[in-house]
């Protein structure tokens, strides 16, 4: 797979727009994570042939971003809590942005969280240190890792600052062409931020549609590290 292009910007405007935004979603999810722990920004159905889906997300968690917090017309409720998953074995395969392919298969015997994100998704700059935190802080679950998935439309611009700012460590993929017009391995992507868990045998178990329950996914990792179901 060829590498992507990687565009020029102007990496000292993005990096002040990035940190900005930083710290407004730092600031509102704070009474998100104090709440329900949820983070639903937009449904996405049902989802046409196009990109207007991710768009839609996209759009919301700007405005969100941004300081327009408020409740969306005709948009449901948050969802909270895990879901089940498809009990499929999912295959995987996306690119990293200098183009190096990575497969869901070559973490067979460990448990994964494939986690999809945007950089301008509020929940999501409050939500990724954490899980990057499981995966590779000072008390890291053992056996479990963590794949995120970019939805970003210009992810050659937007990525590398955004990496870079939250210090994130997990590998970061990018998302195809079908994820972007809201379908995955995992089935539809009703919005963001959305993570899907897997188990050491690489079937999926598990959906979370918002921000992920993190003593739950403790609980279930161990569970599952251990050959537990």
Same mark, same amino acid.
């Given at each position: 797979?060829?590498?992507?292009?990687?565009?020029?910007?102007?990496?000292?405007?993005?990096?002040?727009?990035?940190? *900005?935004?930083?710290?407004?979603?730092?600031?509102?999810? *704070?009474?998100?994570?104090? $709440?329900?722990?949820? $983070?639903?920004?937009?449904?996405?159905?049902?989802?046409?042939? &196009?990109?207007?889906?991710?768009?839609?997300?996209?759009?919301?968690? *700007?405005?969100?971003?941004?300081?327009?917090?408020?409740?969306?017309? $005709?948009?449901?409720?948050?969802?909270?809590?895990? !879901?089940?998953?498809?009990?499929?074995?999912?295959?995987?395969? @996306?690119?990293?942005? +200098? /183009? &190096?392919?990575? #497969?869901?298969? +070559?973490?067979?015997?460990?448990?994964?969280?494939?986690?999809?994100? %945007? %950089?301008?998704? %509020?929940?999501?700059?409050?939500?990724?240190?954490?899980? +990057?935190?499981?995966?590779?802080?000072? !008390?890291?679950?053992?056996?479990?890792?963590?794949?995120?998935?970019?939805?970003?439309? %210009?992810?050659?611009?937007?990525?590398?600052?955004?990496?870079? @700012?939250?210090?994130?460590?997990?590998? =970061?993929?990018?998302?195809?062409?079908?994820?972007? !017009?809201?379908?995955?391995?995992? /089935?539809?992507?009703?919005?963001?931020?959305?993570?899907? @868990?897997?188990?050491?045998?690489?079937?999926? =178990?598990?959906?979370?549609?918002?921000?992920?329950?993190? +003593?739950?996914?403790?609980? #279930?990792?161990?569970?599952?590290?251990?050959? /537990?179901?």
């Amino acid at each position: 797979m060829a590498p992507r292009a990687v565009t020029r910007v102007n990496e000292p405007i993005i990096q002040i727009r990035m940190r *900005a935004n930083v710290a407004r979603a730092r600031r509102a999810a *704070a009474t998100l994570l104090g $709440g329900a722990r949820v $983070g639903i920004l937009r449904r996405v159905s049902p989802v046409q042939p &196009t990109c207007r889906g991710i768009t839609a997300l996209v759009i919301a968690a *700007a405005l969100t971003a941004c300081g327009g917090a408020r409740p969306m017309p $005709g948009v449901p409720p948050p969802i909270g809590g895990p !879901q089940g998953g498809t009990a499929r074995t999912v295959v995987l395969e @996306l690119p990293r942005l +200098d /183009g &190096t392919p990575v #497969r869901l298969s +070559d973490y067979r015997g460990r448990v994964v969280l494939v986690h999809f994100f %945007t %950089t301008w998704c %509020t929940p999501c700059l409050e939500e990724i240190p954490v899980l +990057d935190d499981l995966a590779h802080g000072e !008390q890291a679950l053992p056996d479990f890792v963590v794949l995120g998935v970019s939805l970003d439309t %210009t992810p050659e611009a937007l990525l590398p600052p955004f990496v870079e @700012l939250l210090r994130i460590r997990f590998p =970061v993929l990018l998302a195809d062409r079908a994820m972007l !017009q809201g379908q995955t391995p995992f /089935g539809a992507l009703a919005a963001i931020p959305a993570s899907f @868990l897997i188990d050491p045998q690489g079937r999926h =178990v598990e959906t979370y549609v918002g921000l992920t329950p993190v +003593d739950h996914l403790r609980r #279930r990792v161990r569970s599952l590290s251990e050959g /537990g179901r």
